[in-house]
């Protein structure tokens, strides 16, 4: 049986305890990568064509010593080189993120699954930009790849704090107008908006023939609103006070989640989209997994 045992470093609660930002990034990456037993960074970026005789000049790391070892002779590995992707980590830091029901918060969710996608693209060699936003765009870093980006994201991620209201949709025709290159977009947002002006900005990157992923981060009360007092509920971006009993509205309540997210899951299809809910609840290694199936179907 292969050790799982980095497994418990995956834990959100656990994870949440480490000291550095990198060190969270790379554990998230690389216990989830031993986990497979497998690269998913293998063929992203560089893809092994066919091999050819040795000539004098050739670099030495191309050599295949498998190769010489059976035929005695030197052959180096020919590669087809792809364009590096250009990538871009939208974090929604709107106030709404900044709630959680006893764990972690929203938006500290979503800054380590954007520390660990911008480890893992960086790994990759691929360009990898950030984009802070709330109801406007707060931070924006231009994706590169050199090595001291993974230090610029990192140090700017660790630094976001949840304010103010949202404006998803502005945020993504504004970047979607800087986007002078085809590249990839990775949302990471309670999507607590107006869908009606969320799915147009979002269409908006697939006709300028982006790929789009879309992580739907949520709390778990927030989709079971499983209160069993009275309460009175405060709107975190607007103030506005709600007396409630939980227990008489909970049904109608978890309905209309159900709805919405189906509703938000069906047009991304529709669009072509991938569209990743997550509990706060959930191991970082299953959101990955389904980011980096996403990563592997782009063409």
């Not at 050790?3 to 834990?11: A, Q």
């Not at 293998?42 to 064509?49: H, I, L, N, R, Y």
């Not at 050199?146 to 976001?160: A, G, K, N, T």
């Amino acid at each position: 049986m292969p050790d799982e045992s980095y497994k418990r470093f995956l834990d959100p609660t656990v994870v949440s305890k480490l000291a550095s930002m990198e060190l969270r990034a790379r554990l998230i990456v690389e216990g989830f990568v031993t986990g497979l037993h497998r690269s998913p960074y293998k063929g992203f970026s560089v893809e092994f064509a066919e091999h050819r005789q040795y000539m004098p000049g050739d670099p030495l790391k191309h050599i295949d010593w498998k190769v010489y070892g059976k035929t005695d002779r030197f052959y180096v590995k020919e590669y087809e080189e792809e364009t590096n992707l250009r990538g871009y980590v939208l974090l929604d830091a709107s106030a709404s993120m900044g709630y959680s029901s006893g764990g972690m918060s929203k938006l500290e969710y979503g800054r380590y699954l954007s520390a660990a996608v911008t480890y893992l693209m960086l790994k990759q060699q691929d360009s990898v930009g950030l984009l802070v936003f709330d109801d406007a765009v707060r931070e924006f870093v231009p994706p590169r790849s050199s090595p001291r980006q993974l230090h610029v994201l990192l140090s700017l991620i660790d630094s976001v704090e949840a304010s103010s209201t949202t404006d998803v949709g502005q945020v993504l025709h504004e970047l979607a107008r800087r986007m002078t290159r085809r590249g990839l977009v990775i949302l990471i947002s309670d999507l607590l908006d107006d869908p009606a002006s969320i799915l147009p900005g979002l269409k908006h990157f697939r006709h300028l023939r982006h790929e789009v992923v879309v992580f739907h981060v949520l709390d778990p009360k927030e989709a079971e609103f499983d209160f069993d007092i009275d309460a009175t509920f405060r709107d975190m971006e607007t103030g506005d006070l709600m007396t409630t009993e939980p227990f008489s509205i909970s049904g109608d309540y978890r309905a209309a989640v159900k709805e919405w997210m189906a509703g938000l899951r069906r047009r991304c299809a529709e669009s072509g989209i991938d569209y990743v809910p997550v509990m706060t609840t959930t191991p970082y290694d299953r959101a990955l997994f389904s980011y980096l199936e996403k990563r592997k179907r782009l063409g």
